[in-house]
């Protein structure tokens, strides 16, 4: 049953969260910015997603189409694409820095390590970048 799917406090959510208190980010949960990001951190103007890749269609090893009902997934998955976008946008226009992190980064046979994601967070908190991508065994950051 989907419903039994938890959109809030995640596992990998809550490894994220105790990484970033544990190194002495305080934090906001489930702002009221356009998409509620999981994580908000207003003193450095960036919000943290962390992304379940089945649900938000991530192109990795862990995401692999449902063969039951497949046109009701490919819509499913299509309108959280969409809706993900339309967020994305709008916090880059209200000024706001942004990083994704993956499940894929977390868990399965590519993941990091909670330390290397942890510490890649600070470094890009403490920076002027823009964007921040962790995915499973990369990384990509842009300006």
């Known amino acids: ?3 039994g799917i938890r959109g809030k406090d995640t596992k990998p959510e809550m490894l994220i969260r105790r990484g970033l208190h544990a190194r002495g ?3 906001t949960l489930h702002c009221k910015l356009p998409g509620k990001p999981d994580i908000c951190l207003p003193k450095y103007r960036s919000v943290i997603l962390v992304h ?3 649900w938000h269609g991530h192109d990795c090893h862990l995401f692999k189409w449902p063969k039951t009902r497949p046109e009701f ?3 499913k998955i299509g ?3 969409a809706v993900d976008d339309r967020s994305i946008d709008a916090l880059h226009e209200a000024g706001w820095r942004m990083a ?3 499940e894929c980064a977390l868990k399965g046979s590519r993941r990091q390590t909670l330390d290397s994601i942890i510490e890649t967070l600070v470094i890009w908190l403490n920076s002027t970048d823009s964007d921040l991508v962790v995915e499973g065994a990369s990384l ?4």
């Open 1 to 3: 049953m989907m419903a």
């Open 25 to 27: 980010f305080r934090y």
């Open 52 to 54: 379940g890749c089945f």
């Open 73 to 75: 997934w490919r819509a």
């Open 79 to 81: 309108r959280n694409k």
């Open 100 to 102: 994704t992190i993956w």
């Open 140 to 143: 990509r950051a842009s300006v």
